[in-house]
């Protein structure tokens, strides 16, 4: 007998049934920004008898034979390439990339990047060197009202303040951008809730100029592709605003005596650092009229940057990649002889089959083949905007159908909870200036989403009691 009082062969047959229903749902998840086009990854069924475990750091030795540290390299040097980080990574190069393959997705990775940016702002040891700030220093978080739940969450796990408590706390009343002086909860994004979901450069310039004026070294963490809007921030735009303000405040580079820079830009690109590229080598070849704002390393302010592996590219669980450079990184805490390797990232075991399943994943697929899957979801996503136009035209209910530059995400207004059910749709809602609110689901054309899909859900929303109440 197994768990639940189950033979083995009730529990197969359990299985089995379970697979059934997921290969029938596949096709019509919409709601979230997964990709489900996997195929391929059964040829690595034989690598589930073993436990592969990455435990350390990925450019040391394992004490375990079973380990795919070779394939997460390779992993490693294909977004260093597509990020345009300096490489090989070379503990002796400062410039050049450092980085892991996740275990959990973007969360851990955007976890990680506070982590590190909150102990390199405030003056702990260097890995390069060892060596601490004489002249500790507290710094500030940053992000809009449009990032990942995660960034609070990791926020509220390292006791690193954002603005909004920091400036609570020690300067009350005196929050530059609001009429009050209350601190608001995140920067405002443009346009509010009912916006395109950017950052509002301006805002966040005067946020982060009072706080550097204060002698706070601010962590910025920017989106590439936010979680319900898919809007992306411009870093070069947040740069030209921040930049002399640093300057001022002797934040802006390593050369104000303490060897290390007062910020850290972080690119939360969960989906967008990993679409993001194939859209500009798109434009490039002339097959789009426009690439998306650049993000990677190229921006010699860019600090870091993190991807999920089951969103653009596709793995059956989470997975992704972080990046930074050699020389931002911190001396982990401990030096523990036990796993053989520095213990240079967040968890302790680290998921090997993920970096098994990247590599195979980038190794089937070439840059022709995501630059095609780049146009087809961005054609696919103009299409529904422009069918839910023509919904929207002929029914004469508002269906508020938004998308933000380049965004596989399409907004609309929740439509009878069958619907959303049968398409795994999800939502958000809206509080506008005049006390209002709305309820918007949206629709992530990720690259397993079709055209009969897209049509399937459109005669769906098209019955007269798809929007009624
Ligand atoms: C902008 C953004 N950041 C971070 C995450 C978290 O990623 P994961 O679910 O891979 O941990 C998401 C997930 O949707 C996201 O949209």
Redesign the pocket.
Known sequence: MTIEGRSVEQAHAMLERSAGVYRDRRDLMLGY?WSQRLEGYARLGPFLDFHIDNIGDPFSPSLTALNSKEYEREVLDYFARLWHARSPSDVADPDSYWGYVLS?????G?LFAMWNARDYLSGSDLLADGRALERRREPVLFYSGDA?Y?LAKGAAMLRLPTFHELGGSRYPGQCPITATGQWPAAVPSVGGCTGTGSIDVGELAALVEFFADRGHPPCIML?L???FKGACDVPEAVWNEIEGVLLRNGLRDESNGSGRQGYWLHI?G??GAGFLPFVEMAAEQGLIAESGPRFDFRLPYVSSIVT?G??WFGTPF?T?VYMSKQKLRMAPPSDPRYIGSPDTTLSGARNGLSSLLLWYALSLRGHADQVRAACDALDLADYLVQRLRELENSAGTPLWVERAEHALAVRFRRPAESIVAQFGLVGERAYLDDGADRDYVHVFCMPHVTKQVIEKLLTELSAPSAFSR
């Not at 959990?104 to 851990?108: I, K, L, P, V």
């Open positions: 920004q959990m997705g973007s969360t851990e955007n990942h995660s989106n592709g936010s979680t939360d969960a989906l999920s089951h969103k989470p992704g």
